[in-house]
């Protein structure tokens, strides 16, 4: 690298930490963060505003232009995500699942965590987003603090479960197809390897905080009934959350047509009095919960351009190249130990820079699978624990806890998460 060359990539580091640190104490949104310092990168790296040239790399074209359409795919899978998922509340199948499941577990509270716990997953593994979080929440945290379950065990259930669900919901993938190239079939076929130990974990964890805080509080004001809450479900319909992950992982059918069938079914199995309304204002309302979430993709692509544009990548190469794992054992060591870099939107944060970062990798040499495992792993650690998470914020204002409390406790039970997939992830991919 030449001495300007030195002089951009401290300057880029330094606007990188600065907007770290304004992400961090909540001085900047992400949404907003994201974009403006993809401008920046690309200003020190000396990428032209404009030029007269149609294949030049410029901010306005290359960077604003196509970098804000970059991830229209990922945008698409989370539209179809958001309306499945409002599907699913208005014909009643969300709470039938809950109910089920409150019915199986009686008084007994592990059997109860546990209960929620996989019932909630199996919810999240078919719809995100924060809206899809408050209804479930509502309705399975009080009944777990009735039953004398602490409000930190009730909040980390839920939290868990949007962990563990979030790697099984196909209209996140769409991140991974677009920003490394990856099918959705190879996505698929290592899921496992980041899910299964979160999931164990997750289950060691619950327990092991029900039998250490002891009872909780079991006073507490059940959410007042809305008029779908009786809705009657039939039975064969409460499968209809696991068609989409289904037809992904058996049929290696794509993200929209997957979602778009299992909305269908869903339809069929329930068939409500106005199908047509629901199908129309679920799009609608689906569009709404997951509008802050369009925004900072837009922004991750934009980011994405910037850092993947010659110049700003001719800068930060060389530095990703030095530290980049090439074996097992480094691959292990460099992404637990930085794990924790996944939460306040850094740099390992597919939501934030890490998608940047992970583009970066790859064209250093390291291969799109084991980025994506890297990346998948990680992610673990910022969908349970990171305090920046809307859904944290809501569950631990719900359930009256401390939200640092709940990173200080799940942080080493979710880099454990880490450790075991990429052991397994790097003998899969070396």
């Known amino acids: 690298m030449t001495t300007a060359m030195w002089f951009q990539a401290i300057g880029i580091l330094l606007v990188f930490l600065l907007f770290v640190g304004l992400m961090m104490a909540r001085k900047l949104p992400t949404i907003l963060a994201l974009p403006i310092m993809a401008i920046l990168f690309a200003?020190?790296?000396?990428?032209?505003?404009?030029?007269?040239?149609?294949?030049?790399?410029t901010i306005a074209k290359t960077i604003l232009a196509s970098g804000s359409m970059k991830l229209s795919g990922a945008i698409a899978g989370l539209i179809f995500?958001?309306?499945f998922g409002q599907i699913l509340n208005k014909v009643g199948i969300t709470k039938s699942i809950i109910r089920k499941a409150a019915e199986l577990a009686g008084d007994k509270p592990v059997l109860i965590a546990i209960l929620f716990f996989i019932t909630a997953s199996i919810i999240f593994s078919a719809a995100g987003g924060l809206g899809m979080v408050i209804l479930v929440g509502t309705i399975v945290i009080p009944i777990m603090l009735t039953a004398g379950i602490s409000q930190f065990v009730a909040s980390i259930v839920v939290l868990?479960?949007?962990?563990?669900?979030?790697?099984?919901?196909?209209s996140n993938w769409a991140v991974y197809v677009d920003v490394l190239g990856l099918s959705v079939d190879k996505i698929a076929?290592?899921?496992?390897?980041?899910a299964l130990p979160l999931f164990i974990i997750s289950l060691i964890m619950i327990v092991f905080y029900i039998q250490k805080d002891?009872?909780?509080?079991?006073?507490?004001?059940?959410?007042?009934?809305?008029?779908?809450?009786?809705?009657k479900v039939p039975t064969i319909a409460l499968i209809s959350p696991l068609v989409p992950v289904l037809l992904v992982f058996?049929?290696?059918i794509d993200i929209v047509p997957?979602?778009?069938?299992?909305?269908?079914v869903t339809i069929l199995l329930t068939w409500p009095k106005r199908p047509i309304h629901i199908l129309s204002s679920a799009l609608v309302e689906g569009i709404q919960d997951v509008a802050g979430a369009m925004g900072l993709m837009i922004g991750i692509g934009i980011l994405l351009s910037s850092v993947m544009s010659p110049q700003v990548s001719a800068v930060i190469s060389p530095l990703i190249e030095s530290v980049l794992p090439g074996s097992p054992l480094p691959y292990i060591l460099f992404f637990t130990i930085l794990s924790p870099l996944a939460i306040y939107r850094g740099p390992l944060n597919v939501w934030g820079l890490g998608s940047g970062i992970a583009a970066l990798f790859v064209s250093a040499g390291m291969t799109p699978v084991a980025a994506m495992l890297a990346l998948r792993a990680v992610s673990n650690v910022q969908s349970v624990s990171d305090p920046t998470n809307s859904h944290n914020v809501w569950v631990a204002d719900f359930t009256k806890s401390d939200i640092n409390e709940i990173l200080k406790k799940t942080l080493p039970w979710t880099m454990a998460s880490v450790l075991i997939s990429v052991v397994i992830g790097a003998f899969m991919v070396f």
């Open 43 to 57: 200003i020190i790296a000396g990428v032209p505003l404009l030029s007269n040239n149609p294949e030049a790399t």
């Open 81 to 83: 995500g958001a309306w």
């Open 160 to 170: 868990l479960a949007v962990g563990v669900g979030s790697l099984f919901n196909v």
């Open 214 to 231: 002891g009872k909780g509080r079991k006073a507490w004001a059940m959410p007042a009934a809305t008029p779908g809450d009786n809705k």
């Open 258 to 264: 997957a979602v778009i069938i299992g909305a269908i």
């Open 189 to 194: 076929n290592y899921t496992m390897v980041v």
């Open 250 to 252: 058996i049929f290696k």
